[in-house]
Nanobody, 121 residues
Framework: QVQLVESGGGLVQAGGSLRLSCAAS????????MAWFRQAPGKEREFVAA????????YYADSVKERFTISRDNAKNTVYLQMNSLKPEDTAVYYC??????????????WGQGTQVTVSS
């Protein structure tokens, strides 16, 4: 089992920045990919960004490229999502997820409880 705990959400004005953190515990040696997803009210959950836990390769949704940066600190078993130039449409609950495969697409094995990000106009 892997436990994921997100933090860092909050209320920010449009154009502002936030940094989300996701701390992993448990069987962290089984993690190959970590990702961030988000779900806005009335919408389906969507992929935001992912990172290869070992190699560090990163992947982004087109909607957040050039604005969001995913990174990891293996020593702390933590993945981060730096969000800059935030827009009201970025408002959502952000979830951290991990999987035991290198492939970014497909199902993820473990999920955090989510953290709310609200961007005011």
């Amino acid at each position: 089992q892997v436990q994921l705990v997100e933090s860092g959400g909050g209320l920010v004005q449009a154009g502002g920045s936030l940094r989300l953190s996701c701390a992993a515990s448990g069987r962290t040696f089984s993690i190959y990919t970590m990702a961030w997803f988000r779900q806005a009210p009335g919408k389906e959950r969507e992929f935001v960004a992912a990172i290869s836990w070992r190699g560090g390769s990163t992947y982004y949704a087109d909607s957040v490229k050039e604005r969001f940066t995913i990174s990891r600190d293996n020593a702390k078993n933590t993945v981060y999502l730096q969000m800059n130039s935030l827009k009201p449409e970025d408002t959502a609950v952000y979830y951290c997820a991990s999987k035991r495969q290198v492939v970014v697409k497909g199902e993820y094995d473990y999920w955090g409880q989510g953290t709310q990000v609200t961007v005011s106009s």
